[in-house]
């Protein structure tokens, strides 16, 4: 789907998709860092005779982040992929032409208009983001592009479905997931070529395209800046060196074709951290270094071929593309609880709460499963979707505090943070969202503990403390007989804190918290 910001409908090619032909274009990179399967970059390259490529390091976003963080490393190392993801595209095209990535540090919006004021382009080509804050900027670029008389186009890349194209019978949004997930694969299955690839090499099929128009942006020298020179740590690349987080898309290619022998035990596997069994492909699907109509395509494949783990593993696609459609539709859900009622559970507050906030994460809530999880999120970026959905229970449903801090302190950690799946995966914890785990079901750590990890494995390589403590006594400290801790040369309270809460009790707690909620607000989508 190709919208134009601009009031005016954008020029169609004759007789074909796309825009109508014209001289010059910039293709603008945000959360697509990859070459294959790029819309945006085919449809430029199809419509001009000479298309520039420009990433844009948005100082109003990045001045938010610490100076260490992973995600800008990340960031960074797959833009050199792509500048060399380009310049092979150029190379390989025959044309004679050196083509390279533009890469700028500036404020986006007056960067993109200004660039394309310089280079003359009459269209500037990027990817929908319809994150609220990505709205509101492209609809300030389009409005200053078209008042120089230039449009922004803009297609769909970042799922498969997007905004109304999956609706209820009645025109309204889904709330439910199952159905909103069998109606998303009904309109796959009527439209297979929407799994087609978007290629830019010559040899991709029906979308391909020319790619001899790619051109060199007019300064030599190194594309990408180092970290040091916008503001980072280069110590942030030390991150890099960790296997489950390779830049680019050569890393997510090389993930993929890692998961692809793991995808049919998916089902059986993903729930225990300790084993590898998901695909860490979040960041990659975050920050587009691979398309998820390949994804989807390939498990699609599997699917076909009666496989359970690739069918679960769909399903796990089709929750993120929920709740993308969930923020478009419910924008609110960014400030507020999805359900209205849900705005007035009176969450703890003052400085027990503010202990138990910051021993949260810490890891030191004294439960080894929710201190290992957090430690696994600060120590690396990641966290394990059993420990995501088992620590934010805790925070919200053991400590009562609300999940607008967790959900906070996740978007500041994760390697694959992306507001939609971070949003809606808070709010089904905290039992204040769409198709929400209901509110008197809440987690209990040791049981979740005992099942997920049940030699304690996860938790020995994060907690170092616990090693030398066996049996159960991993998942409940606490109730280990006082032998067990002295042979494990443990003392409660000095190695390791003694329980933040007894869990029974703050069951109770959150029961009377949720029961004593406002009622008659409307609930949404139920
Ligand atoms: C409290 C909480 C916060 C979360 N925050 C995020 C976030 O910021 N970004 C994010 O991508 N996911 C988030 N998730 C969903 C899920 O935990 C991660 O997508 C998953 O753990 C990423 O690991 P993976 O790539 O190995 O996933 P896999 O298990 O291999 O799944 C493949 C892909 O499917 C998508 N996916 C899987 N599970 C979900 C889900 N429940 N909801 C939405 N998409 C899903 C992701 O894109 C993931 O990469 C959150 C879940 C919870 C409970």
Redesign the pocket.
Known sequence: MQNSLHNKPAPRAAGGAGPARHPRALVWFRRDLRVADHPALAHALRAADQVWCVFVLDRALLHELPWEDRRVAFIRASLVDLDAGIAALAAGSGSGRAARLIVRHADAADEIVRLAALLDVQAVYAHHDDEPAALARDARVAGRLAADGRRLLTFKDHVVFERREIMTGGGTPYGVFTPYKNAWLKALHARPGLLAEHASDGDGGALAAPVAALVAPWRDGAAVPALDEFGFSARAAAALADPGLRPGATGGQELLAE?LDRMDD?DAT?DFPAQPG??????H??FGTLSVRRLVALAMERVTGGSRGAQT?LS??I??E??QQVLHHHPHVVARAYRADCDDIRWEQGEEAEAGFEAWCAGRTGYPLVDAGMRQLTATG????RL??V??SFLTKDLGVSWQR??AF??LH?N????A??N???Q??ASTGCDAQPWFRIFNPVTQSERFDPAGAFIRHYVPELRLLGGKAIHAPWRARPVELATARITLGRDYPQPLVDHELARQRTLARFGARGSGSPVIGE
């Open positions: 998961f998916y993903r998901t695909s860490h492909l979040g960041v699907l975050r593993w796990e696609l929750w993120r929920f709740y990641y966290m394990h979707n995501r959905m620590t934010a967790g959900e996740f978007a994760l694959d943070f992306e507001l799946s971070n809606g995966g808070w089904w914890a």
